[in-house]
Structure formats: structure tokens, C-alpha cells
């Protein structure tokens, strides 16, 4: 959740737990859809992937895998 009270990554169901490394790489464990996604890349800091574009891969990843 952000500061301002609103959900991270809408797409992602609320026990959605992360970690974020260098160039852009992330892990989502989604015990809600029994699943863990990660994003490795070797992207450099200017381009910098959102909290958005995050969430809509999450939102796309739950439609096509459980539906959601």
C-alpha cells in the first residue's frame, strides 16, 4: 500500500508479497493464486519499470492463469 492509502499494484490480490533488486528485477509470491512471478532483466536504472505497468502485468498474469 502506498502512503496515500492506495493499493500498489491494483491487479494483484491483497496478500501479494514482493521484493524488488537491481535493474528492475522483482518477485511476487501470490499465495492467493498459488503462484510466484518473477521479472528478471538487465534494464537499467533509466528505465525504470512503474508500480502501474506492475500491477496491470499482475492483473494480466491472474486473468489468464486463475481467471481473476
Given at each position: 500500500?502506498?502512503?496515500?492509502?492506495?493499493w500498489l499494484?491494483?491487479?494483484a490480490p491483497?496478500?501479494?508479497?514482493?521484493?524488488?533488486?537491481?535493474?528492475?528485477?522483482?518477485?511476487?509470491?501470490?499465495?492467493?493464486?498459488?503462484?510466484?512471478?518473477?521479472?528478471?532483466?538487465?534494464?537499467?536504472?533509466?528505465?525504470?519499470?512503474?508500480?502501474?505497468?506492475?500491477?496491470?502485468?499482475?492483473?494480466?498474469?491472474?486473468?489468464?492463469?486463475?481467471?481473476?
Amino acid at each position: 500500500m502506498k502512503a496515500d492509502g492506495k493499493w500498489l499494484w491494483p491487479g494483484a490480490p491483497a496478500g501479494v508479497f514482493a521484493a524488488a533488486g537491481h535493474n528492475n528485477n522483482r518477485l511476487f509470491v501470490i499465495p492467493e493464486w498459488r503462484m510466484v512471478v518473477v521479472r528478471l532483466g538487465l534494464d537499467q536504472a533509466e528505465r525504470k519499470i512503474t508500480d502501474e505497468t506492475y500491477g496491470e502485468f499482475l492483473r494480466l498474469i491472474g486473468k489468464a492463469a486463475v481467471g481473476r
